[in-house]
């Protein structure tokens, strides 16, 4: 626990990380009157958060907390000077110019006026830079964060946007998410204005599911760089390409091979072809497969990392298996040769599942029940058949096991 002096006379106790810290107002306190003059009211107080406890040992003795103030519409922000200079080489110049003064010395509190700022923008930017606070960048306040960011050179503040950017437009690939056009748009700007080419990639694919009239819609559009405006041309050309598909289990691999966003306002027109796909192998009579007899499964026990494993499943005189006769590493990322009828079927499963087509989803499910397959099979396929143990995964083939039981009262 340590105290000191915030420079004006008042003190201020420094306790443990993880301890809010509170700057007390006294009667000497600044106070900023309203446009009727009638009252005043009181500097908002500042909480600083501790998290890190080397925070404690950064803290530059001979510039206590608070030896720099921020005058921006007539407001003051109290910062740090040794922190404000560690993180942008804009305030270093400048605090350095102004301790440079033959009227300052060490303990001189000094004042910067910022003008064409406002208050609320410069906290939200002070408070993602500093780390003191704990606010973080977030898709809301990046169109705040960016441009100050860009304008006082803080790098890692940058790189931290780029990387909440890239998680925001890779975000429609795993979840039901809409990115509008204008906000796409928004992005391709911000990577021409402010050089963010980390997560140009990410940006111009996201770009590519949308139609190219939805995009030149967006006024601003006509802003992004004729070189940009190219690279996302060619992505869509490129990505419709490799979308012809003749099969559902090819329709699968693609949808995640491309990373196909979840929400029905990306690439409408091939999901339509696609769930027209789905329906066709639903209904032909060449993929179904009635069991005529009972089956017999055997498993042998795995060992050390490998795994062998032989299983078969009698279908009568046909003796077709669900599980070919199969041998391979655990730590190789090989599949197991399942009948093409069940990879097809879970193919099924898994586009439905994705793109919400819920008719077709309970027939899928229903086909797969049709080949005699019961639910801890289902379990012991499906986890060949994917090689995963992810969280996501294992909690997708929980709902198909439950939607099986619904089909199996009904079958």
């Not at 410069?122 to 169109?143: G, I, Q, R, S």
Request: proline share 4%; glycine share 4%; hydrophobic share 35%.
């Amino acid at each position: 626990m340590f105290l000191v002096g915030n420079g004006d006379g008042d003190t201020m106790l420094l306790q443990e990380p993880g301890v809010l810290l509170q700057y007390q107002c006294d009667e000497s306190s600044e106070y900023d009157k309203d446009q009727s003059g009638d009252h005043t009211e009181p500097v908002p107080i500042l909480y600083i958060e501790v998290t890190d406890e080397t925070c404690v040992a950064q803290m530059d003795p001979g510039f206590l907390p608070n030896d720099v103030i921020l005058v921006v519409e007539e407001k003051n922000l109290h910062v740090n000077k040794a922190l404000l200079e560690s993180a942008s080489p804009v305030f270093e110049a400048w605090l350095k110019k102004e301790w440079q003064q033959d009227e300052c010395s060490d303990d001189t509190k000094r004042k910067l006026e910022f003008h064409g700022k406002t208050y609320d923008e410069m906290a939200t930017f002070l408070k993602c830079l500093l780390p003191f606070f704990p606010d973080k960048v977030t898709d809301t306040n990046l169109d705040t964060v960016i441009p100050l960011a860009d304008e006082y050179r803080t790098e890692n503040l940058i790189t931290e946007c780029v990387d909440v950017i890239r998680q925001r437009v890779e975000s429609v690939s795993e979840a039901d998410i809409y990115i509008p056009p204008f906000r796409v748009v928004t992005y391709l700007r911000w990577i021409d204005r402010y050089n963010l080419h980390t997560g140009k990639e990410s940006v111009v694919r996201l770009a590519s599911y949308l139609k190219t009239e939805e995009l030149k819609a967006v006024a601003d559009y006509e802003n992004v760089s004729l070189r940009l405006q190219l690279e996302v041309s060619n992505a869509r050309a490129k990505l419709l390409e490799n979308l012809f598909v003749f099969s559902v289990t090819e329709a699968e691999k693609k949808m995640y091979q491309f990373k196909i966003p979840m929400s029905s306002h990306y690439m409408a027109g091939w999901k339509d072809n696609l769930a027209e796909l789905v329906k066709a192998f639903l209904t032909s009579s060449t993929t179904s497969q009635k069991p005529t007899s009972g089956f017999h499964q055997t498993i042998t026990t795995p060992r050390r990392s490998t795994l062998q494993t032989r299983t078969s499943v009698h279908f009568g005189a046909t003796n077709t298996p669900l599980i070919d006769d199969l041998s391979w590493e655990a730590n190789n990322n090989i599949k197991p040769q399942i009948s093409p009828s069940i990879v097809a079927a879970f193919a099924c499963i898994s586009i439905c599942d994705r793109f919400k087509f819920s008719k077709s989803y309970a027939k899928s499910i229903s086909r797969l029940l049709s080949l005699g397959i019961s639910k801890s099979e289902f379990k012991n396929l499906w986890a060949a058949h994917y090689l995963t143990d992810s969280d996501k995964v294992r909690d997708g083939m929980e709902r198909h096991v439950l939607q099986m039981c619904k089909c199996t009262c009904n079958y």
